[in-house]
Nanobody, 126 residues
Framework: VRLVESGGGLVQPGGSLRLSCAAS????????IGWFRQAPGKEREGVSC????????YYADSVKGRFTISSDNAKNTVYLQMNGLKPEDTAVYYC????????????????????WGQGTQVTVSS
């Protein structure tokens, strides 16, 4: 099983980035894919999740209206479009895969996920 994140970088406040999570080694359609982030000295927190097969989507309150998660099942890739970035969005962003049927009460819990990528740094600064 492999999850590879890409697309991070340095962006000014108000800017945009699109993160990608390329998955391999498992049946992509059977898994939920979540995005988490971890800032220095803080706990890893759930940002968003897309839950197959019905493609339900979930967002943390802090990113609703700014971030959009999507999935290209033909490419086994999940994207996180991040607009209106703020300095407080600065963190290492991780994608993770879960074999469970996730809901509002479980998608943001890191223990719901079995596989993790190595992370990509997002820095929002002027």
């Amino acid at each position: 099983v492999r999850l590879v994140e890409s697309g991070g970088g340095l962006v000014q406040p108000g800017g945009s980035l699109r993160l990608s999570c390329a998955a391999s080694g498992f049946t992509f359609d059977d898994y939920a894919i979540g995005w988490f982030r971890q800032a220095p000295g803080k706990e890893r927190e759930g940002v968003s999740c897309i839950s197959n097969p019905v493609s339900s989507t979930y967002y943390a309150d802090s990113v609703k209206g700014r971030f959009t998660i999507s999935s290209d099942n033909a490419k086994n890739t999940v994207y996180l479009q991040m607009n209106g970035l703020k300095p407080e969005d600065t963190a290492v962003y991780y994608c993770a895969a879960s074999p469970y049927l996730l809901h509002d009460s479980s998608w943001a819990t890191k223990f719901s996920y079995d596989y993790w990528g190595q992370g990509t740094q997002v820095t929002v600064s002027s």
